[in-house]
């Protein structure tokens, strides 16, 4: 069962599907459904422009002048290089004002970008003006008044079934362009006035009001309507499938090899081999995040949990493939599964181990030990080293507070030796050999996530070391103002690590000194006690970590509990990993709303900010519904500050984790000011995201 059905994508490779039936290539229309819907909208008194297939060889031509037929649109389409929006498959198109006007549609899978194909068809070579490098053509092409092409795609939106000519959302294209491409390809497709035109970003959207009427408009909103699947994750997997509420899942347990089906976007979920949500998530859910750590398939579908043909496979065993574009699913044996399972097997991923000789409280930039000319090599090992002492995310921190020209607040790091203390004066390391030795323990997660809990529950009311309390509350008094609350951070040597980030496995608690109602050794408890969560457990034991080798150290900084807004951020384009539409995602919220723990329901501003492109412009892929509507969580300056600091960090930590693949650092940010103060920008956390 496949549905082609499309949405915000990550492009993935899949080099392989269930069984043997390949999808890949199938239509994006049925041709003479296609035809016939353009000749009904045709005025019956006019008589009817009969179009005839231009392609009819076997192979595919590097352009054509019409395109007469669904046949001769496929022979050409590719899928769309940016697939940040719902995507089937485009023809790029350029018009050439200095060459008569002439209309190309390009073969789009044999040159990829419109550079590509000018320089071989439309240069010196065919007698026309020469076709500058592709740094001088980029900078002209999309931003001149005088420029010589305008470029963009015709794209066939499949679930909404849209055709709609598209420009970059950096294209600085005047009115009259947009509407010389598009009377071009209204004469020159069998489309005719079933064409529209998709802004596909701020930049864009605001050239609409200028343009005739007969070029009609789609909004990305009204795009989303018609799409009802979201691949989050492409990958593949072999388990069985559940159907469970959200709610369920709170009670209720599920098993490493279950592929679920949900009737929303949970806020957690212990390690699965597969997701299908029936509402949409944003690629930085929480539960996304740990499906990319895990390597596991993760999509949405609206109305799964009531969806008939899945449903007709609840408890079976199951193949899952969540492809960019379309996704299938197919009843298999337990014993393939099991087969699957063995070949797939997550590999083993060892801690690096924890450093005991550290005890002093560490502030953040001593964490950390490199020189300022240090080669990427040098970053990556002190962070490593940093993180048997001080855990991932603190060593991290530490390079990112050396990053120049943005804010962090001022931290500091407990090490690690007060966990594996805390943890040997109160016998709970024995406890914890004594379960993990119980079979009953191993063999049940029910009785598994039981005495986790209670487990949590004595670590919560233990007593700390009274030494280890007054170097704390003397170093808090300090180093930090009275009545100032303080963030005590999970920050673990197993996370962070090569193939594995572990990523929202542990809890973050605040804590104030002189506020009885926020004590700060209950936070710094409840966040040694998170190593136990049942979901970090299951999580350890699908990595074949050792769980007596975790430990627990803290990144202490202010709290921020009024901020203006926060969110989360990749340095590069996750829906673009080709390279040619670099852009900034961010998901960000008003307040202190979590942006990857939303309550049901609650929407957040997400965006790709083209910073490194002319204009810099913006194109939102969905808004907050907590704000007024046609409002932005950020302003436009406050955008703009954002992407300064992204780049600072991208071009900081690019040495040490970039690679020939794409890659981007996640970020944490907050917006945070004292009222009637403008709001002041500090970046929380920069580490590698996904497994490298």
Request: charge should be negative.
């Amino acid at each position: 069962m496949a549905r082609r059905l499309f949405w915000l994508l990550l492009l993935a490779d899949l080099a392989s599907a269930c069984g043997d039936d390949s999808r890949g290539d199938e239509g994006t229309a049925d041709d003479d459904e296609v035809d016939g819907a353009a000749a009904d909208d045709a005025d019956p008194d006019t008589p009817a422009e009969v179009w005839e297939c231009q392609h009819g060889g076997a192979e595919a031509p590097d352009f054509l002048k019409q395109i007469g037929c669904a046949a001769d649109f496929k022979a050409l389409a590719s899928r769309p290089l940016d697939a940040s929006l719902p995507g089937a498959r485009s023809v790029k198109t350029v018009l050439d004002l200095d060459g008569g006007s002439e209309f190309y549609f390009q073969n789009s899978n044999r040159y990829p970008i419109h550079h590509d194909f000018v320089s071989q068809h439309l240069s010196v070579a065919a007698g026309l003006p020469p076709v500058p490098d592709l740094a001088s053509f980029n900078t002209d092409q999309y931003t001149s008044p005088d420029r010589r092409f305008v470029l963009g795609a015709v794209t066939h939106y499949e679930g909404p079934d849209v055709w709609a000519y598209e420009i970059a959302p950096y294209d600085r294209a005047s009115p009259d362009m947009i509407t010389a491409a598009y009377d071009a390809i209204v004469e020159n497709t069998f489309l005719g006035d079933r064409l529209l035109f998709h802004p596909t970003s701020l930049t864009v959207q605001a050239v609409v009001e200028d343009l005739p009427e007969r070029v009609r408009v789609i909004t990305t909103d009204e795009l989303y309507e018609g799409v009802d699947y979201q691949p989050l994750n492409p990958a593949q997997s072999y388990g069985r499938l559940r159907f469970m509420t959200a709610t369920e899942l709170e009670t209720e347990h599920v098993s490493f090899r279950d592929i679920v089906v949900l009737d929303r976007v949970p806020n957690d979920i212990s390690v699965t081999l597969g997701i299908i949500t029936s509402e949409f998530q944003t690629p930085l859910a929480h539960i996304n995040v740990l499906s990319q750590n895990r390597g596991t398939p993760n999509m949405a579908l609206r109305g799964a949990y009531d969806d008939e043909e899945l449903r007709a496979l609840d408890g079976a065993w199951v193949c899952l493939t969540v492809g960019p574009f379309e996704y299938e699913i197919e009843q298999i044996s337990k014993e393939e599964a099991d087969t699957w399972w063995e070949d797939n097997r997550p590999a083993e991923v060892q801690v690096p181990g924890a450093n005991l000789d550290i005890t002093e409280l560490t502030n953040i930039v001593e964490t950390v030990s490199f020189a300022d000319d240090a080669s990427g090599e040098e970053i990556l090992a002190a962070i490593k080293e940093g993180t048997r002492a001080f855990g991932g995310k603190a060593a991290n921190f530490s390079a990112l507070a050396r990053v120049e020209d943005i804010t962090v607040p001022r931290a500091f790091a407990v090490p690690i030796f007060y966990y594996f203390q805390f943890m040997q004066e109160n016998g709970f390391d024995e406890r914890i050999d004594a379960l993990l030795a119980d079979p009953s323990f191993q063999d049940d997660p029910a009785v598994r996530e039981l005495e986790l809990e209670l487990l949590r529950e004595d670590m919560k009311v233990a007593p700390v070391n009274e030494d280890f309390q007054q170097l704390l509350l003397d170093k808090l008094a300090a180093d930090y103002p009275v009545g100032l609350r303080m963030r005590f951070r999970s920050s673990t040597n197993a996370e962070d690590l090569d193939g594995f980030t572990g990523a929202g496995l542990y809890t973050s608690k605040s804590g104030d000194p002189n506020d009885p109602a926020y004590p700060v050794f209950d936070a710094v408890r409840k966040v040694w006690a998170s190593v136990w969560f049942f979901r970090a457990f299951e999580e350890r034991s699908y990595r074949s970590i050792d769980h007596k080798a975790v430990g627990m150290a803290l990144l202490v900084h202010r709290s921020f509990p009024e901020e203006e807004a926060n969110g989360v951020a990749l340095t590069d384009n996750p829906f673009d990993k080709s390279g040619l539409e670099p852009a900034f995602y961010v998901n960000v919220q008003y307040g202190d709303n979590s942006v990857v723990l939303p309550p049901p329901g609650v929407t957040t501003d997400q965006l790709l900010y083209y910073y490194l492109q002319p204009g810099q412009p913006t194109t939102y892929l969905s808004h907050s519904n907590l704000g007024e509507e046609g409002q932005t969580v950020l302003s436009r300056a406050q955008v703009h500050e954002l992407g300064q600091a992204l780049q600072q960090v991208r071009s900081y930590f690019s040495p040490a984790y970039s690679s020939p693949d794409w890659w981007a650092m996640d970020v944490e940010f907050k917006f945070d000011g004292e009222p009637g103060e403008e709001p002041i920008l500090y970046l929380k956390q920069a580490r590698p995201f996904g497994d490298r």
